[in-house]
DNA sequence: TTGTAAAGTTAAGCATACTTAAACTTGAAT
DNA sequence: ATTCAAGTTTAAGTATGCTTAACTTTACAA
């Protein structure tokens, strides 16, 4: 029942949570939302009467439990229709993640069970992030580190990717790295931190804020 | 890029202004959008501001042409929507519409393309309307009557329904009543208008109000 | 032609979701 | 302990999309 803006602070809110602590400043939601300081604090207020966040002014805002049901509710519709977006019309997975950033917010439980169904059950959607279940449990995700922590020599899988940026993304795509890709770490560059690495025989650097964004896993020989 | 409520507002004349004359009365789009008079007024100030429509106090409202164009992307997406949702999902015909309204809102040309392309542009959505095409230009019905037209004695196909409330389409499906379904008109009841039909070899009778939303058109044999 | 009921509009008010600007906490360096 | 800059909140204002209540226009019946 949360209005479209106040889905998006409660996802924000979640994503937010998941890296760092139990908690986000006002000011971080700010910069993820686009909107500014004042608005955060205000909304904050909203949410917090209505139970799904829980706030203390200068602390910083974390989820209830009712805030982190629905947040993952959220997600799940997310994540199910860039996995149907992909599968029924083959949309590539760089295009998935817009459409799906605004269609979550009007889809009905009835329709994204139908959906669900359809693909059966999945656990992982295209970029191998996990689809919260009906049920609200979340797949587990096998053991996973991001490129920037990989070592140098090594061989990994790509296992998941950070989907936010279509730019990024567009790119990965130009590259040929997909989900499942070999790579091979050739070296870190101590004067940016980017990370040079081999993928189907070619070379290739990331930026640290990108190799951040790549989850890989190692390759069992 | 109106809003949803400008959207539905737009959609709202255009349907209104279809059957009766080349303009609505507020107090019509009220009752059609469920909100007060004073609102629909209000409203209609902002949308001919923008150019949406044209509206002399007093003398009801109508769609310029970029109204229309509008009006007509929107129902565009309704139908395709409608339609793939059917024959993506499987759902039936009287579970589409509700959900329609919603995604029609939220949804890229782009995606919209895929969509009719995946469909391969189909001229009708599972309800007879028409669907409008990329071009904008609306497919051709064939000649139809509402079943209140019809003749006693005669027999039709059933071409198109009205989708908008669900408790009537679910009983046009409990009762077998299809798109080309074959149907024999038996009698008009003075007392009430309503119509007594056979269908499937079981006889039914409809009220004047549904009688209205069916739309046949006569079986040449 | 005029009076009046129905139809339609304006005015004032409310909630939401923002903004900018001013005021307030906090905590870390002095 | 004190200060002060960064972070955060409050206050005031805006646009949207509604509401109710009061007012205006229209149309048509006498």
Redesign the interface.
């Known amino acids: 029942m949360p209005s479209i803006s106040k889905e998006n602070y409660i996802k924000a809110v979640y994503s937010l949570c998941q890296n760092d602590a139990h908690s986000v400043s006002t000011s971080a939601l700010a910069t993820k939302l686009n909107i500014t300081n004042a608005a955060t604090s205000d909304m904050a207020k909203g949410l917090s009467k209505q139970g799904f966040i829980k706030y203390e002014k200068y602390k910083g805002v974390s989820l209830t439990p009712k805030g982190e049901k629905t947040a993952i509710e959220i997600i799940r519709k997310h994540r199910l229709w860039e996995l149907f977006?992909m599968k029924?019309?083959e949309?590539g997975w760089e295009?998935v993640h817009?459409?799906a950033e605004?269609?979550e917010?009007?889809?009905?439980e009835?329709?994204m069970n139908?959906?669900d169904d359809?693909l059966g059950n999945p656990k992982f959607d295209p970029h191998g992030e996990p689809i919260p279940q009906k049920d609200g449990t979340i797949p587990n995700m096998e053991a996973q580190i991001s490129l920037n922590k990989s070592q140098v020599g090594k061989e990994y899988l790509v296992k998941r990717v950070n989907d936010e940026s279509k730019e990024v993304m567009d790119y990965f795509t130009e590259i040929g790295l997909n989900l499942n890709s070999k790579i091979k770490i050739k070296n870190f560059l101590k004067y940016d931190n980017s990370t040079i690495i081999e993928l189907n025989d070619n070379v290739h650097s990331f930026s640290e804020k990108i190799g951040k964004r790549i989850f890989i896993s190692q390759l069992n020989e």
Do not use: A, N
């Open positions: 977006l029924s019309l949309l295009e817009s459409e605004h269609l917010h009007q889809t009905t009835f329709l139908k959906i359809f």
